[in-house]
């Protein structure tokens, strides 16, 4: 079952995302119209149009347009929504970050996931007013999901021991703080990935492609 996740991107991205997904769209009810041609469907109506989608013929060239069009999806012909455009990218950034395996599900009291302390959360960041509604199925969001907490895990702990060694934030314990604190903090804010930033980098790779 897809798992409908929200991320700020640059609305510019969204644009651009949505016009190739809707040119997708396009090509693929071309190619059925095209398809549907030798069953003279289209140009049928009424009774006879009728008997024909009652009919065991109609119901395998129907299976045959269903096979056709799932194999096209399949092998990236045809990427008719976004979770299919950015499929290939979301997969390529799994695998660079170490993310693409099987993870223990994360725990029913956890923080969202993929927030982290000192992060820009989901709704943040210079220029990310668009908002990408995507349905990721299960074998995408699980690595996604999963694989960020766990791996953020030891990072947040590191942010949470210094929040509680000098304050919510650098604001607050730059006074106190030495030097070598803050820039140990920084350095565990680095290497915090959040799942905005991994769909954001898939993005980034299907509007290259």
Same mark, same amino acid.
């Given at each position: 079952?897809?798992?409908?996740?929200?991320?700020?991107?640059?609305?510019?991205?969204?644009?651009?995302?949505?016009?190739?997904?809707?040119?997708?769209?396009?090509?693929?009810?071309?190619?059925? +119209?095209? &398809?549907?041609?030798?069953?003279?469907? /289209?140009?049928?109506? !009424? #009774?006879?149009?009728? *008997?024909? =989608?009652? %009919?065991?013929?109609?119901?395998?060239?129907?299976?045959?347009?269903?096979?056709?069009?799932?194999?096209?999806?399949?092998?990236?012909?045809?990427?008719?929504?976004?979770?299919?455009?950015?499929?290939?990218?979301?997969?390529?950034?799994?695998?660079?970050?170490?993310?693409?395996?099987?993870?223990?599900?994360?725990? +029913?009291? &956890?923080?969202?996931?993929?927030?982290? /302390?000192?992060?820009? !959360? #989901?709704?943040?960041? *210079?220029? =990310?007013? %668009?908002?990408?509604?995507?349905?990721?199925?299960?074998?995408?969001?699980?690595?996604?999901?999963?694989?960020?907490?766990?791996?953020?895990?030891?990072?947040?702990?590191?942010?949470?021991?210094?929040?509680?060694?000098?304050?919510?934030?650098?604001?607050?314990?730059?006074?106190?703080?030495?030097?070598?604190?803050? +820039?140990?903090?920084?350095?565990?804010?680095?290497?915090?990935?959040?799942? !905005?930033?991994?769909?954001? *980098?898939? =993005?980034?790779?299907?509007?290259?492609?």
């Amino acid at each position: 079952m897809p798992h409908t996740m929200v991320v700020a991107v640059p609305p510019t991205d969204l644009e651009r995302l949505d016009a190739f997904v809707e040119a997708q769209q396009s090509a693929e009810l071309r190619w059925q +119209a095209c &398809a549907e041609q030798p069953a003279d469907v /289209l140009r049928l109506n !009424g #009774p006879e149009l009728r *008997a024909v =989608l009652r %009919g065991a013929p109609r119901r395998a060239a129907q299976a045959r347009l269903r096979a056709g069009r799932q194999e096209r999806r399949e092998s990236g012909l045809h990427r008719p929504t976004r979770a299919l455009v950015l499929a290939p990218g979301l997969r390529a950034e799994l695998e660079q970050h170490g993310l693409l395996r099987e993870w223990e599900p994360v725990p +029913a009291d &956890a923080a969202t996931s993929g927030q982290t /302390l000192g992060g820009t !959360g #989901p709704y943040a960041g *210079a220029g =990310l007013t %668009g908002r990408l509604v995507v349905a990721l199925p299960e074998p995408l969001w699980a690595p996604l999901t999963r694989g960020v907490y766990w791996s953020n895990r030891p990072h947040v702990q590191a942010l949470q021991a210094w929040t509680d060694r000098w304050g919510p934030g650098p604001a607050a314990g730059r006074s106190a703080a030495p030097p070598e604190a803050l +820039a140990k903090r920084e350095r565990a804010a680095a290497q915090a990935v959040t799942t !905005g930033n991994v769909v954001r *980098a898939a =993005l980034e790779r299907a509007l290259k492609g």
